[in-house]
């Protein structure tokens, strides 16, 4: 079964705006993960963040995690047109990761 | 990093008939995965292929629609096999370097239409 719920499902904004993405999960992990998809290709790693950690910056992305919440959020600053893509949270226990549905974001020039 | 190619990239075939699909990794890894992601949804795993020995299934995947083989630590092979329509996926395949690592490495996926 689908460990991350990501919300929204969809996104739409301006290029220059700011993008957010939640992702709630149901069992206790060692780490959270994101990733980006564009348009049915493979996805690529974004960032980590572990269980002991609460927020954690890579360049235009801010990852926060909220453990008691069992929720965390993904912040894209400055969003550009290139940044268009599906972003998916997975979450990792033991050895495999299970991922959510994905939010699909549209930045529009 | 890992560089991971994916051959076919896409095919289109026939209902009853069958797919092999090819991961190749520029170097050795630890573990290799099988995802399958349906239209519009998320990625499910299929299995894990291990070297050397049968792949592990995750529960509604078994070997013999998806028979896998992994002869050694840079290549593996998933097989669809006795396709249906339902079986139109993007297949992706993942791998882990090294022992304990903790993000995947994905391959730029099979995208499959079953007729």
């Known amino acids: 079964s689908q460990q991350g719920e990501e919300d929204p499902q969809a996104l739409s904004i301006q290029e220059g705006e700011n993008a957010t993405m939640n992702c709630s999960y149901k069992?206790?992990?060692?780490?959270l993960q994101w990733y980006r998809q564009n348009s049915g290709r493979g996805l690529v790693h974004l960032i980590l963040i572990r269980s002991n950690e609460r927020e954690k910056h890579s360049g235009r992305l801010r990852v926060t995690l909220d453990t008691s919440k069992k929720s965390s959020s993904l912040l894209i600053t400055a969003s550009r047109a290139a940044d268009t893509a599906s972003y998916f949270c997975a979450t990792g226990g033991s050895e495999k990761l299970v991922f959510g549905k994905g939010t699909k974001l549209t930045v529009n020039p | 990093s890992a560089v991971i190619s994916q051959k076919p990239s896409r095919d289109i075939c026939q209902r009853g008939t069958s797919l092999t699909i090819q991961c190749q990794v520029d170097?050795?890894?630890?573990?290799m995965f099988w995802y399958r992601q349906q239209p519009g949804q998320s990625l499910t795993l299929i299995a894990t292929?291990?070297?050397?020995?049968?792949?592990?299934?995750e529960s509604g995947f078994v070997i013999d629609k998806f028979p896998i083989s992994r002869p050694n630590l840079t290549f593996s092979t998933l097989t669809v096999s006795n396709m249906s329509p339902e079986d139109s996926s993007i297949y992706l395949c993942s791998v882990v370097k090294t022992s304990g690592g903790d993000y995947e490495f994905f391959g730029p996926g099979t995208r499959l239409t079953v007729l």
């Open positions: 069992t206790s992990i060692n780490n």
């Open positions: 170097s050795q890894v630890t573990m």
């Open positions: 292929a291990n070297q050397g020995s049968e792949a592990t299934y």
